[in-house]
């Protein structure tokens, strides 16, 4: 049985900081990419940072200089460290093993965390 679950989240000021975790169970978390979305109601999630089992990462351009994706593939976690935190990134934050090619295998399906909220205000 594949889980994520997600942890970290809460409520935090302008110009504060949180980091996000994800642990992983059931999957190939070593070979695997990873990656963080956040969904605002109303509107589609969107991507915020990837992580390949090799360590790259990309981000999206308006959490770039701000947050950072890393992972432990031992304790098979990746983390979101978001840095300078602002309203406009309030929102709940997905954990998710996108369906891909890795390392020679094919994964055919998208699994996702169920969200933790990040919620920036004063």
């Known amino acids: 049985q594949v889980q994520l679950v997600e942890s970290g989240g809460g409520l935090v000021q302008p110009g504060g900081a949180l980091t996000l975790s994800c642990t992983a169970s059931?999957?190939?978390?070593?070979?695997?990419?990873m990656a963080w979305y956040r969904q605002v109601t109303g509107n589609e999630r969107e991507l915020v940072a990837r992580?390949?089992?090799?360590?790259?990462?990309i981000y999206a351009d308006s959490v770039k200089g701000r947050f950072n994706i890393s992972r432990d593939n031992a304790k098979s976690t990746v983390y979101l460290q978001m840095n300078d935190l602002q309203p406009e990134d309030t929102a709940v934050y997905y954990c998710?093993?996108?369906?891909?090619?890795?390392?020679?295998?094919?994964?055919?399906?998208?699994?996702w965390g169920q969200g933790t909220q990040v919620t920036v205000s004063s």
């Open positions: 992580i390949t089992g090799g360590g790259s990462p």
């Open positions: 059931g999957i190939r978390f070593e070979v695997s990419d």
């Open positions: 998710k093993r996108p369906k891909g090619y890795y390392a020679g295998i094919t994964f055919a399906l998208d699994y």
